[in-house]
């Protein structure tokens, strides 16, 4: 149970003068009597320097449980909010606002009398042309205007309105500058408040004006800085804290049963007089009447009217006295205290001198009391000589005294930024620590504070918050967590209770939302920050930089969240959950070197294809064939052991790693082992099939260097052992090399080939799903044999790949695309085609591909962005830095990178995020999986999101139905190729009438 009343208070900031002076004010009324104050921020976290004409959107009933009854600041809240606060019991008073249907009391500044003050005052001075400038979107700027016409007409004056269409010193420079376009026809001009004088009075001085001799200015508010202007700003004075606390105290009748009148109850204004309307100002030291300031108890009462409120204390008086005794001993010749001592009796005064204009007004009530009191005493020039140096050196004091404040001040506002930069260095570095636990608050005074989060769920609540921490300085430590509240118990009885309103502390309470992103609501227990500008007070800068934190932090774990997935679909296979291909030859590198180091330990490959699976496929259906592959892998996991790992090489291939062995006839007893599990029946669609495996096994040798020969050799076998038929399995040997010469031949055909250009480039259409139009092509290297007839790249490349006729073949194919692109470049009917070419490993680590790629388009005078170059992830992530360097060489060129066959290598998401590419290409071995496997959908719909959210175009591969096609599409691919639109063909075999009108069944 919270002791005393608490007060929320609702307002778009809390610091600054204007903000933080009715806010102290508020503190003080409810601190006499034992209560606490809530302040709730109704704007997003980090909002600064903006002015708000409507009332804000803020919906959230927070603390309302704890809160008696709220005060509004300006437009702090909306009309429905306030009135279902009046309507559960309760009560509001508003500040400087009235709001549709809100019955209420409302405390202002009376601006009509103020302003009335300020033209009169101008009349007085002998202007009759005088402006107003300001904006009248804010109701109290629209009640010192009318105030303004009103005093206008007494002398039969013409308005001359200015906007400034904001609060801020821009709106002025903005009236002043329409006042200097229109020959400044005013001779003086009130403001709507000080920021606008500071804006106009700073435009119209670089424009050459001289103030106030061209233009007097008036302003209203009396904000810090307007006696320190040159020249200084004559100001209506708002008394904020006499505002605050008058709102605060009816709000307390309120609470009392006491009887309130709604509407308008007006505070008064103060005129105070400085040189930009025409008069002297307050620092000019001029003398009073010096009839009765010789007198004590008159310096006494002219002392309290000068300084603030509150400086009729005890030791203030006393300190009166005795200084007025110590210039009647200067008068007369006795002793008077200097030093140590004469700061000592002026401490009760000096303390108080927290401006310097209060500060030369009280030099100047001093000075006129002992030169009242040197007259009347008639002494000669020795006391004269005396009350002249004792008014010097209290002089001396008092300006120490001012100087002191303003280095504490200083200091204060220092102390305040280093939080600030300790607070955002913690936050920035979310990675390291979790901003949840609300440690970063070590390195701040706040007492307390309490973080909630909305809770997840698949329906986000606002209602609710899940109290993550709660942060407790004097415990010296943050508690984790507290359970879900109810937001209108939030924040916790035990944090509101912290506050102590007594020591300028409140509860303020801020909506962790930046932007789009809305986490939930901040607590903290401190003090009011007046001395820090409206919206940068740090209370607010943290609860931003709490929500980027936050947001960051969410951000990074989607992220890891998919690359794990796409790292799970780079090294497992999809459909089976075993490793893939890819991980099965890491793991095969491992056993080499391992194999290597200890040749007493051996390693092998098992090779399984299997026999009658595609009968099974074909009469039963693709799921009941997945289902068998399930099946199978979760038989061959159950068989290996912990030496021993099964893969998925793809299709109904699966691999079976065994290492550490030493007996020789440990693969073949796997083999057998493995057969026998494979052959047994199996029941799919109350069918009962069975299929066999045959084997191939390669054992490892010192001569294998590379995972492909074993894999290789373990194949060469396999097809060895289907030979004897089902249910085989058979160990290479050097017998089996008949392959390997064959590709001794074929690589030597090949050498010959390229010179004999035997060698063609066929191109695939790429199309535009946005447009259904063809937008460019794939270059696809053919060889076309004397005998063998035409060849597909999977036949020649990997011998090509073992010697320099890669660089050589990547060379001609990259001349030969460019020179195509040519061609359809120069045809008038034609769009601008891009040609796609794949650049293998050794062609992009060769170090000449830039300049091959330079020499081919000036040799074509080819557009670059009729390139694109087709690289794969694994080439990439060889060297990512490097390959960083080349990409973006190509890009500074205008040559388009594409990502081929993305999501079945190794990239991580951060490597690839800052990597300049411009397209991702989901391989054709997903879109094949995406009408018969959810989890391939999910795969690309990952893909593409990501690539999409990256600015990519995501081209889907071996698009061959109607219904890929449809799926391609709903994922949100942008392009696609494949059977569907044309096989691959010569360019001058290709259909181009889809470059002209939309594809369509056969246009392509």
Known sequence: MINGPVVGVLATSFGGPYYGGLLDGIRG??????????????LDAGTFELDFS??????????????????????????????????????????????????????VADNRSGFTESVRHLIGHGHERIAFAGCLDQI????????????????????????????????GERAAR?????????????????QNAFGLIRTLVEAGCELPADQAVIGFDDQIGCASRIPSLTTNRQPLDQIGGRAAGLLLQKLNGEPVPDGWLLIPTTLVLRESCGCPGPLALASGSLDTLGESGRLLAELRAALPPGSGTAQFEQAVSR?????????????????????????????RLDDFEVTVAV??????????MLAAGGSGREAQFRVEALIHQVFVVLAQAQSAFQAEHGRSTMSALGTQYSVSMQLLRSQERDPRSLDWLRATDIRSGCLGLWPNGPERRTDVLDVVTTYDRAAGAAVAGGGLVEIESFPPAEVIELADTSADEMVYVAHLKVGEGDWGMLALVGPVQAGLAEGRETMNQWAALLSVALEHDAVLQALRAQEEVLRRAALYDDLTGLPNRSHFRDRLTLAMARGRRRPDLGYAVLLLDLDGFKVVNDSLGHEAGDRLLQEIARRLSHEVRTNEVAARLGGDEFAVLVEDFTNPEAPVILAERLQGAVSAPYRLDSTDVTVTASIGIALGTDEYTDTYAVMRDADTAMYHAKTGGKRAYALFTPSMHTSALERLRTGTELRQAVERNELELF???????????LTGAEALLRWRHPTRGLLLPPVFLPIADESDLSAVIGRWVLREACRQAAIWSRDPDLPRLRVSVNVSNRQFWGGRLIEDVLDCLDAEQLDPACLALE?????????ARKATEMLTGLCKMDIEVHIDDFGTGYSSLESLHDLPFDALKIDRSFVSRLSTSSRSRELVRTIVTMGLNLGLRVIAEGVETTEDLDLVRQLGCTHAQGYLFSRPAPAGDLNMSAAREPWGPRTV
Not at 765 to 773: E, F, H, M, N
Not at 871 to 879: A, S
């Open 29 to 42: 009324a409810v601190a006499s009597v034992g209560g606490r104050i809530i302040a709730v921020q109704t």
């Open 54 to 107: 409507d009332a804000v959107t803020y919906r959230h009933r927070v603390a309302w449980e704890h809160i008696d009854g709220f005060v509004t600041l300006l437009n702090g809240a909306n009309p429905q909010y306030l009135r279902e606060a009046q309507a559960s019991g309760r009560p509001v008073v508003a500040i400087s606002h009235q709001f549709d249907g809100v019955i209420c009391p409302a405390v």
């Open 140 to 171: 109290d700027v629209r009640q010192r205007y009318a105030a303004y016409q009103d005093a206008l007409a007494e002398i039969g004056g013409r308005p001359m309105l200015f906007e400034t269409g904001n609060m801020q010193e821009t709106g």
């Open 178 to 194: 329409a006042m200097l376009a229109a020959g400044l026809p005013s001779t003086a001009v009130v403001t709507a408040n000080d």
């Open 323 to 351: 200084l007025s005794a110590v210039v009647a001993d200067a008068v007369a010749g006795s002793r008077t205290p200097v030093g140590t001592e004469l700061r000592r009796l002026l401490l009760p005064i000096a303390e």
């Open 363 to 372: 030099m100047r009530l001093i000075r006129d009391h002992a030169w009242a």
């Open 763 to 773: 191109y695939q259409p790429i199309i535009d799903l946005a447009t259904d139009r």
């Open 871 to 879: 690289i794969t992830e694994g080439v990439i992530m060889h060297d």
